[in-house]
């Protein structure tokens, strides 16, 4: 099935995306790597007159250690967080987690903050947030708001993320020392 009809919208920048979103935030949707909204937008679950491409927006991909924190970008993909050293170091269970997510394709693909914002209860990305106490960062023209993972999971496919906003960043706290995290994810085969 084809998707309804809709205006596509390329911002250059946060700003542009946000002002965007704060006139037409009843009829837009944000896309980032397209793998959770393209599929509800052709079985026309969601309809919106607007896609806003967030993805080639600077300076939302990204993996930062700092002295007390990880900071993730949220269009950083599953790939780069996969790979990264850092997050190897300190988040052991999101690279494994995010190593689980689907294929080569969509780990290539895929952004964290993608899944965040779908919140599909099957997904592997949000469990390892969740345990690993990852914090979302979202922007409004208004300003920036810290959403703590307890808070952000608010139902089956539904995020604490309000229109008008758009996350940007995932905060984790650096675990410090020895530590060690593994993701064990259940899969039932078809017989």
């Known amino acids: 099935m084809y998707p309804a009809s809709f205006e596509y919208v390329s911002p250059k920048s946060l700003d542009e995306a946000l002002s965007f979103l704060e006139s037409h935030s009843d009829s837009s949707k944000v896309l980032a ?39 993730i970008g949220a269009l950083t ?46 997904g592997d990305a949000g469990s390892c947030v969740l345990a690993l106490r990852g914090r979302m960062v979202v922007q409004s023209k208004s300003g920036k708001r810290v959403i703590e993972s307890d808070e952000w999971f608010v139902d089956t496919f539904q995020s604490a993320l309000k229109p008008k906003k758009i996350l940007t960043e995932i905060v984790f706290p650096k675990i410090k020392g020895k530590n060690a995290g593994a993701y064990l994810k259940l899969e039932r085969v078809a017989a």
């Open 33 to 71: 790597g397209g793998h959770s909204l393209i599929p509800l937008m052709k079985l026309r679950v969601v309809r919106p007159a607007y896609v806003v491409d967030i993805a080639k927006i600077p300076g939302l991909s990204y993996i930062k250690e700092e002295a007390d924190e990880i900071r």
């Open 77 to 122: 993909t599953y790939y780069e967080i996969e790979t990264s050293d850092i997050v190897k170091r300190y988040l052991q269970a999101l690279a494994e987690g995010v190593s689980q997510v689907a294929d080569p394709q969509v780990r290539n693909w895929g952004t964290l903050g993608g899944s965040l914002c779908h919140c599909d209860p099957a």
